[in-house]
């Protein structure tokens, strides 16, 4: 297998990935904002959050399947927002406020898959970016 095609098939991996995680964010999130009860106190800033960022998920998932540049960078940005309101809901869980623990579970769950979807990301760019190197100092060789 070329290293083009492992490349290609990662990134289309990552990119399912991702649309799966937005998809399925979309539907939880949308579900119990219209009333279902998972089965705990929900945190209701936490749920809207992240049944918008469902809608990111998808946004990254189809700019990692086309390959755009930005893709790392968004992916970075989802891993990073979601560090934050990990971070900012143990703090508030540790306080004394309403979190659920199921709510702490699976908003680590979605840090640490889009902690590995952007390292992925960043070494699909190396190895893109390197291939442009070659291929043009290839040309430049003619």
Do not use: C
Not at 71 to 81: E, M
Not at 111 to 133: D, G, Q
């Amino acid at each position: 297998m070329t290293a083009a095609k492992w490349a290609r098939g990662v990134s289309v991996l990552a990119a399912g990935i991702a649309l799966a995680f937005g998809v399925a964010t979309i539907v939880a999130g949308g579900r119990v904002l219209l009333g279902a009860d998972p089965g705990y106190v929900v945190f209701r800033p936490l749920l809207i959050y992240n049944t918008t960022m469902g809608l990111v998920y998808i946004a990254v998932g189809l700019a990692l399947w086309r390959n755009h540049r930005w893709a790392r960078n968004a992916a970075g940005a989802v891993f990073g927002l979601n560090l934050i309101v990990l971070v900012s809901i143990i703090a508030i869980r540790s306080g004394g406020g309403a979190v659920a623990v199921d709510s702490l579970r699976a908003m680590a769950v979605r840090t640490i898959v889009w902690l590995a979807l952007f390292l992925v990301a960043v070494l699909l760019a190396r190895s893109t970016n390197a291939a442009r190197e070659g291929s043009a100092n290839l040309m430049s060789q003619r």
